[in-house]
């Protein structure tokens, strides 16, 4: 089974409006970190948010949140007031705190352009 | 800016051939970590190095090896390339096993194999 999930290839958000990036994911292990990545065309994974699997509350940085639903195993990335910047693929990620290394599981990711 | 460095940025090498890419970790980190980026999908974790050892290896092949130096630089050596051994390589660094919040990436290495 995929460990993690993004079921959205492609994405249009008109600048200044918000839009939500989905992910889903798949683990046993009790403890986990969840992360966003931004993947600009020139190649660099900059990253964006990190959830905790016992973090009670959603973590938030700047203009990025992470909508986590643990029951329902996702982790969204909402980013508000898109801006023209925002435009590259963004990949979920999760690591699984069992392994004793950063063993990092990415999904296929989500490109996003917005439209000015 | 993250403070990793790659190195070589592109390079194209024919099949059966061997390549050497090469990682500056972020200063204070002892982690290193190497992905396989092939198009259209996301990174793949080869396997990282902590303190100059191998400590964790995803589903790569032995031709697939590496090295960290004693100021925690690290090499990724491919042997034998095959033409689906084309892909962008991405180098991380962390501090301590790196099992904190982020790991940091370099830009990466595209290699082409034809």
């Known amino acids: 089974a995929q460990k993690i999930t993004q079921t959205q290839p492609g994405m249009f958000v008109q600048e200044k409006e918000a839009v939500t990036l989905d992910c889903t994911y798949d683990?046993?292990?009790?403890?986990?970190?969840l992360f966003w990545y931004k993947q600009p065309s020139s190649g660099e994974m900059i990253f964006l948010i990190y959830q905790g699997s016992y973090d009670q509350q959603n973590a938030t940085e700047g203009r990025y949140s992470l909508n986590f639903q643990k029951a329902r195993k996702s982790a969204n990335l909402v980013i508000s007031a898109s801006q023209l910047g925002d435009s590259a693929m963004y990949f979920c990620?999760?690591?699984?705190?069992?392994?004793?290394?950063?063993?990092?599981?990415f999904g296929s990711g989500t490109k996003l352009n917005v439209k000015p | 800016e993250t403070g990793v460095t790659q190195s070589p940025t592109h390079l194209i090498k024919t099949r059966g051939q061997q390549v050497t890419l090469r990682c500056s970790s972020q200063s204070g980190h002892n982690t290193v970590s190497w992905y396989q980026q092939a198009l259209g999908q996301g990174p793949q974790f080869i396997f990282q190095y902590y303190r100059e050892e191998e400590n964790g290896r995803g589903n790569f092949p032995p031709r697939f090896s590496g090295l960290q130096f004693p100021n925690y630089s690290s090499e990724l050596n491919v042997n034998a390339l095959e033409l689906d051994d084309s892909a962008l390589y991405l180098c991380?660094?962390?501090?301590?096993?790196?099992?904190?919040?982020?790991?940091?990436f370099g830009e990466g290495s595209w290699l082409t194999v034809v």
């Open positions: 990620a999760m690591r699984e705190i069992a392994y004793n290394f950063n063993k990092f599981y």
């Open positions: 991380a660094s962390s501090p301590d096993r790196g099992l904190g919040n982020t790991i940091y």
């Open positions: 683990t046993s292990d009790p403890s986990y970190g």
